[in-house]
């Protein structure tokens, strides 16, 4: 399975800006599709966006169309979300994850993906 390790989290201003980055350790990052997803405390974790194995195809929540962007560099086996205009309640643990088997309509389903990675912490402040 592709081992996933996320950074780029830390503490912004509500209205500011990150990036996250999500590197995988393995050889089938190429053919499989990465999501995004975020938990905060007391929540189920929700989905943000993901995009399919070669970056022509994304999906967002509705929440963050407009403002979030997910792109891929497989050269670099490195996956980013960059978040903007970032609000109060987007702060949580950001998730990446990695399946080369899940269909469109189960993206944002959680427990429908394989790999995960630890997560990173986003905190969104006044």
């Known amino acids: 399975q592709v081992q996933l390790v996320e950074s780029g989290g830390g503490l912004v201003q509500a209205g500011g800006s990150l990036r996250l980055s999500c590197t995988a350790s393995g050889r089938t990052f190429g053919t499989s599709g990465m999501g995004w997803f975020r938990q905060a405390p007391g929540e189920e974790r929700e989905f943000v966006a993901a995009?399919?194995?070669?970056?022509?195809?994304?999906w967002y929540a509705d929440s963050v169309k407009g403002r979030f962007t997910i792109s891929r560099d497989n050269a670099k086996n490195t996956g980013y979300l960059q978040m903007n205009s970032l609000k109060l309640e987007e702060t949580g643990v950001y998730y990446c994850?990695?399946?080369?088997?899940?269909?469109?309509?189960?993206?944002?389903?959680?427990?429908?993906?394989?790999?995960w990675g630890r997560g990173t912490q986003v905190t969104v402040s006044t």
């Open positions: 995009i399919n194995y070669n970056g022509e195809n994304t």
């Open positions: 994850a990695a399946d080369a088997n899940i269909p469109p309509r189960l993206n944002t389903r959680s427990s429908a993906w394989d790999c």
